[in-house]
């Protein structure tokens, strides 16, 4: 209640106010009889004191500024003086200090007992709360009943919408999905946002927001409350409001709303969670422990919804690191869009999603690339594997395929979307055991100089690259024609080649590769400090 509708009523219309147009506006949840000058330990925001001017009895200029400075820095609602017998006026000063430190001062005549102003006060806030707590049985029993049904989301919402009678919308940012009812503003900006304070009925955070729709018209205010539950990460609820004043009521039933809606989402979420898990060791039992027998491994299949068609692929990435760790969801639901059926297989050092379809169409690098724009602007380093095509009799090899392209894209870096055919005659090498094979390839005195010497190196290099063509060489390289046949001719004294043989030069031109791959490798995990170790 504010001071001037409590100075309205009845028992308090005799009441002088001294202060003029000062506090009027003050909210005045309660109130308290003065018996120290120690209010900073029992007096609190929005409450009237009410004292006898003797309260001020023999105290110093000092004493009662500070008395004052207490009132304004607690928020008091106002001070009220009742006239003794013997003091017909209050002093100015009184009533000077009152004005300095913005304190409503009312005076009321000795006839005016204690307990006709706290009746005035207290009758119509316990009339207030009686009803705020009639709102809210009334709202808890609409949601209990409601709750015995098992609701959906969107049900919740739509109770919601008829309880509080206004637009209103619920927000899952993470999972794009918006349930809204009422004529909710579309395409709307935020132009401002206050933090309400918390109240007696409320235990959420909430938000009023001044939104602004080119396609609505005029500003709009709203009310947006977070909604924290393991479902969802970026859940908010909206209630669209026609004034800025949010009335107890109203955040009773979003209250009981937000309590029906919490329960719900943990129920979604442990749901997910139970069907992730049974996917996910289906998809295990599939892949990694794939059955010999086909019959059980179509009864796999099957369960899974994996047996419709003829065709299988996989694409996996790594998830070692914590940028990729934060990319992983996203990665999944982009990669689900390719193909209607599909299965996810999740460990805790890679992803691996399955893919069923009929047609011999399989997925390509450039799709890939273009599905995975976004992923791969945010995590250059993150890489990701296609398998070749497989029918059902050869499932059991799409798994280690792969990891083996994994693994060896993290030693000898190919690009960041790889399959099979990208490594060429280097798919004999993938599996781990051969790796170090690789070592045997690359020629010491090729080693060396890419250790001690790295323009000679890379100059070699790029004659490779360029199908050992001088001038193309030079070309890419910027350098004069003359300065790349210096280079090479220093090159073949130093590896003791002839660069007209083409069996010696196919030799190092394997080693060469080996070597940039895993120079590469090394780069595209920040540890290119490290020394190649071949």
């Given at each position: 209640?504010?001071?001037?509708?409590?100075?309205?009523?009845?028992?308090?219309?005799?009441?002088?106010?001294?202060?003029?147009?000062?506090?009027?506006?003050?909210?005045?949840?309660?109130?308290?009889?003065?018996?120290?000058?120690?209010?900073?330990?029992?007096?609190?925001k929005n409450q009237l004191i009410l004292?006898?001017?003797?309260?001020?009895?023999?105290?110093?200029?000092?004493?009662?500024?500070?008395?004052?400075?207490?009132?304004?820095?607690?928020?008091?609602?106002?001070?009220?003086?009742?006239?003794?017998?013997?003091?017909?006026?209050?002093?100015?000063?009184?009533?000077?200090?009152?004005?300095?430190?913005?304190?409503?001062?009312?005076?009321?005549?000795?006839?005016?007992?204690?307990?006709?102003?706290?009746?005035?006060?207290?009758?119509?806030?316990?009339?207030?709360?009686?009803?705020?707590?009639?709102?809210?049985?009334?709202?808890?029993?609409?949601?209990?009943?409601?709750?015995?049904?098992?609701?959906?989301?969107?049900?919740?919402?739509?109770?919601?919408?008829?309880?509080i009678g206004a637009p209103c919308s619920l927000k899952m940012i993470d999972h794009q999905v918006e349930i809204a009812f009422g004529e909710t503003p579309k395409d709307n900006v935020v132009l401002g946002r206050k933090n309400l304070s918390s109240g007696e009925f409320t235990k959420n955070d909430y938000n009023l927001l001044?939104?602004?729709?080119?396609?609505?018209?005029?500003?709009?205010?709203?009310?947006?409350?977070?909604?924290?539950?393991?479902?969802?990460?970026?859940?908010?609820?909206?209630?669209?409001?026609?004034?800025?004043?949010?009335?107890?009521?109203?955040?009773?039933?979003?209250?009981?709303?937000?309590?029906?809606?919490?329960?719900?989402?943990?129920?979604?979420?442990?749901?997910?969670?139970?069907?992730?898990?049974?996917?996910?060791?289906?998809?295990?039992?599939?892949?990694?422990?794939?059955?010999?027998?086909?019959?059980?491994?179509?009864?796999?299949?099957?369960?899974?919804?994996?047996?419709?068609?003829?065709?299988?692929?996989?694409?996996?990435?790594?998830?070692?690191?914590?940028?990729?760790?934060?990319?992983?969801?996203?990665?999944?639901?982009?990669?689900?869009?390719?193909?209607?059926?599909?299965?996810?297989?999740?460990?805790?050092?890679?992803?691996?999603?399955?893919?069923?379809?009929?047609q011999n169409k399989s997925i390509s690098k450039l799709q890939m690339k273009h599905l995975l724009t976004e992923v791969l602007e945010s995590n250059p380093t993150m890489t990701f594997v296609i398998s070749s095509l497989k029918q059902r009799d050869d499932l059991k090899e799409i798994l280690m395929e792969c990891l083996d392209i994994l693994r060896f894209n993290e030693e000898f870096y190919q690009d960041n979307v790889v399959e099979l055919a990208d490594i060429g005659i280097f798919r004999h090498f993938i599996r781990s055991e051969q790796v170090q094979a690789l070592n045997d390839l690359v020629p010491a005195k090729l080693l060396n100089l890419s250790q001690t010497n790295f323009d000679l190196f890379e100059t070699f290099y790029q004659f490779l690259r360029n199908n050992r063509n001088y001038k193309q060489t030079s070309e890419a390289m910027f350098l004069h024609s003359k300065t790349i046949r210096y280079r090479l001719n220093k090159v073949e004294k130093i590896l003791a080649i002839d660069l007209a043989d083409p069996l010696q030069v196919m030799n190092h031109e394997i080693g060469t590769y080996i070597i940039k791959m895993r120079r590469t490798a090394l780069e595209k995990n920040n540890d290119i400090s490290k020394p190649s170790e071949l």
């Amino acid at each position: 209640m504010k001071l001037e509708e409590l100075l309205s009523l009845s028992q308090l219309e005799t009441s002088k106010i001294l202060t003029k147009e000062i506090g009027l506006e003050n909210e005045v949840e309660s109130a308290m009889v003065l018996e120290a000058l120690d209010i900073e330990h029992w007096s609190k925001k929005n409450q009237l004191i009410l004292t006898s001017f003797y309260a001020f009895d023999g105290l110093t200029e000092v004493d009662l500024e500070e008395f004052f400075h207490k009132m304004q820095q607690i928020g008091v609602s106002g001070l009220v003086i009742k006239m003794e017998r013997l003091i017909k006026i209050i002093p100015d000063w009184v009533i000077e200090l009152s004005f300095k430190y913005q304190i409503p001062l009312i005076k009321i005549a000795q006839d005016v007992s204690y307990e006709k102003i706290l009746l005035a006060i207290y009758e119509p806030l316990l009339n207030h709360q009686t009803h705020i707590l009639r709102a809210y049985y009334d709202v808890r029993q609409r949601f209990t009943r409601l709750e015995r049904q098992h609701p959906s989301l969107k049900k919740i919402m739509e109770e919601f919408y008829h309880l509080i009678g206004a637009p209103c919308s619920l927000k899952m940012i993470d999972h794009q999905v918006e349930i809204a009812f009422g004529e909710t503003p579309k395409d709307n900006v935020v132009l401002g946002r206050k933090n309400l304070s918390s109240g007696e009925f409320t235990k959420n955070d909430y938000n009023l927001l001044t939104l602004f729709s080119q396609q609505n018209g005029p500003s709009q205010s709203a009310l947006e409350v977070n909604l924290f539950n393991p479902y969802s990460s970026h859940c908010l609820l909206l209630v669209y409001l026609n004034q800025t004043e949010v009335k107890e009521t109203d955040l009773v039933i979003i209250e009981n709303t937000i309590d029906v809606l919490q329960e719900r989402l943990n129920t979604e979420y442990l749901l997910k969670k139970e069907r992730y898990e049974r996917l996910n060791n289906l998809a295990d039992a599939i892949l990694q422990n794939t059955p010999k027998n086909l019959d059980e491994l179509e009864s796999l299949l099957q369960e899974a919804h994996m047996n419709q068609h003829a065709y299988y692929q996989a694409v996996a990435f790594s998830t070692k690191t914590p940028a990729s760790k934060l990319l992983k969801d996203k990665a999944i639901n982009l990669l689900k869009s390719l193909k209607t059926d599909s299965i996810f297989f999740d460990h805790h050092n890679y992803s691996l999603i399955l893919f069923n379809f009929s047609q011999n169409k399989s997925i390509s690098k450039l799709q890939m690339k273009h599905l995975l724009t976004e992923v791969l602007e945010s995590n250059p380093t993150m890489t990701f594997v296609i398998s070749s095509l497989k029918q059902r009799d050869d499932l059991k090899e799409i798994l280690m395929e792969c990891l083996d392209i994994l693994r060896f894209n993290e030693e000898f870096y190919q690009d960041n979307v790889v399959e099979l055919a990208d490594i060429g005659i280097f798919r004999h090498f993938i599996r781990s055991e051969q790796v170090q094979a690789l070592n045997d390839l690359v020629p010491a005195k090729l080693l060396n100089l890419s250790q001690t010497n790295f323009d000679l190196f890379e100059t070699f290099y790029q004659f490779l690259r360029n199908n050992r063509n001088y001038k193309q060489t030079s070309e890419a390289m910027f350098l004069h024609s003359k300065t790349i046949r210096y280079r090479l001719n220093k090159v073949e004294k130093i590896l003791a080649i002839d660069l007209a043989d083409p069996l010696q030069v196919m030799n190092h031109e394997i080693g060469t590769y080996i070597i940039k791959m895993r120079r590469t490798a090394l780069e595209k995990n920040n540890d290119i400090s490290k020394p190649s170790e071949l």
